[in-house]
């Protein structure tokens, strides 16, 4: 079965710094889809990021982007320039590559933005 | 980008009354999709995969006498948390995957059984 890791419960960041976010997963699989999703004070999920394993490039998203290692099997997320706006839940999610299969989430990470 | 509509965004209900909740895709057809219950600060715990046209899915754990999914058209799913208790009360949230990759969530809904 896979698994995903996130070891960090809480992070806190100055605005305009830059956080990392780290996650890891275990899988069998060599095709599935890495994603990082964002759950603010609405709960609304909010996709931030998404990872196709056969990529060897790490995507980036504007202030958002990737460190995927398939080998090591990591996923972390890098924040640039954080804004107030980006305090929120960050959740790393895992998905095989067949169309119906679920999202595997992560315990989650609690950003804090602070002045 | 494609929106996953979810209602009611908030009920409570009598102890030992059911409660629906609907869960639509607005401007995609999902064959597929998920329910997940949330409890405060915590992830997302996947109850079961809702297939249109055919049984759902559960997860191990979950009842499925207790959490009835129905699955009737391409864009509707729906969870009927029968005789609900107060240990049901919880944050609920579908999903539907468009296309080959991207999972769309609705709104979520608060459920509160006193």
């Known amino acids: 079965a896979q698994t995903v890791t996130q070891s960090q419960p809480e992070m806190s960041v100055q605005e305009a710094e830059t956080v990392t976010l780290s996650c890891t997963y275990d899988?069998?699989?060599?095709?599935?889809?890495l994603f990082w999703y964002k759950q603010p004070p609405s709960r609304q999920m909010i996709l931030v990021i998404r990872?196709?394993?056969?990529?060897?490039q790490n995507a980036t998203e504007n202030r958002f982007s990737v460190n995927f290692q398939k080998a090591a099997k990591s996923f972390s997320l890098k924040i640039s320039d954080s804004q107030l706006g980006d305090a929120a839940m960050y959740f790393c999610a895992y998905r095989r590559e067949d169309t119906a299969s679920k999202l595997t989430f992560g315990t989650g990470t609690r950003l804090q933005v602070t002045l | 980008g494609a929106v996953v509509s979810q209602h009611p965004s908030r009920v409570i209900c009598k102890s030992g009354t059911s409660v629906k909740i609907e869960c639509r895709s607005l401007d995609f057809q999902a064959t597929t999709m998920f329910w997940y219950r949330q409890f405060p600060k915590k992830s997302l715990m996947l109850m079961a995969t809702?297939?249109?046209?055919?049984?759902?899915?559960?997860e191990q754990g979950v009842e499925k006498d207790k959490f009835l999914i129905n699955h009737a058209s391409l864009t509707l799913s729906t969870l009927t948390v029968t005789s609900a208790h107060p240990e049901d009360s919880s944050f609920y949230i579908c999903s539907a995957i468009k296309g080959h990759t991207e999972a769309f969530f609705g709104q979520g809904t608060r459920l509160t059984v006193v």
């Open positions: 809702s297939n249109e046209g055919s049984k759902a899915t559960y």
């Open positions: 899988t069998s699989e060599s095709d599935y889809y």
């Open positions: 990872q196709e394993a056969y990529k060897q």
